[in-house]
């Protein structure tokens, strides 16, 4: 029962880079999204998808694009690593999206990126 | 004014003590409520939903006053391990608003 899987746990980029922060879920979950934290700024929704086939932008999604072509997987892609992109980044699942209602997230362990 | 606020404390407490954090939000149509902990430099977890009509787990109950449109958590008997940041979280139609957290340290 692996939950939310993250990978990598840790990555450094230079400044105009491209990488991809992969998510997969084995609860079957339909809601999935990607989570940015930095101090002071608490956790901040980057995109979602209500399932595949489906995404949308969240709070932050300037610089960052993401698929969902099976509802296991939500891979995040940062086109052009700036470093305001450093951050640690959450992939999240659910049972269904926020709007309906009572179902908390899991959470993946995350990737602490760093961009120089 | 941000939408979910929360104290940032941190609340400093010995051992069996009774600690309460709130949380306010600004959306009067916020639909769901939770409280997730955070230990240091790991993923969030969930601690609780909040009910309407307030529920327990434990040493812990949540409960909501969506008249004055905030949630509370209250720890009873607080133990070492419960150190940790704890997060409010508010559903509204659109989504999910994070606190940025009320940090606890518990001491012996």
């Known amino acids: 029962n692996a939950g939310v899987t993250q990978t990598p746990k840790f990555q450094v980029l230079k400044t105009g880079q491209s990488m991809t922060l992969q998510c997969a879920q084995d609860?079957?979950?339909?809601?999935m999204s990607w989570y940015r934290q930095d101090p002071g700024m608490g956790l901040r929704l980057i995109h979602y998808?209500?399932?595949?086939?489906?995404?949308d932008q969240g709070e932050v999604p300037n610089g960052y694009n993401v698929s969902r072509s099976t509802t296991e997987d939500f891979p995040l892609r940062l086109l052009s690593a700036a470093p305001s992109q450093t951050s640690v980044y959450f992939c999240?699942?659910?049972?269904?999206?926020?709007?309906?209602?009572?179902?908390?997230?899991?959470f993946g362990s995350g990737t602490r990126l760093t961009v120089v | 004014r941000k939408e979910v606020e929360q104290d940032p404390g941190p609340f400093n407490v010995p051992e069996g003590a009774t600690v309460a954090f709130n949380c306010t939000y600004s959306n009067s149509a916020s639909q769901s409520f939770f409280w997730y902990r955070q230990d240091c430099r790991k993923e969030p977890k969930l601690l609780m939903s909040?009910?309407?009509s307030g529920n327990e787990d434990g040493r812990f109950t949540a409960q909501l006053n969506r008249a004055s449109q905030y949630i509370s958590l209250l720890i009873r008997d607080s133990k070492l391990s419960d150190s940790a940041t704890y997060l409010c979280?508010?559903?509204?139609?659109?989504?999910?608003?994070f606190g940025d957290g009320t940090t606890l340290t518990v001491k012996p």
């Open positions: 909040v009910y309407s």
């Open positions: 979280v508010v559903n509204d139609a659109g989504k999910s608003t």
């Open positions: 609860m079957n979950h339909e809601y």
């Open positions: 998808s209500v399932g595949a086939g489906i995404t």
């Open positions: 999240a699942s659910s049972y269904s999206p926020p709007y309906a209602g009572g179902y908390g997230y899991t």
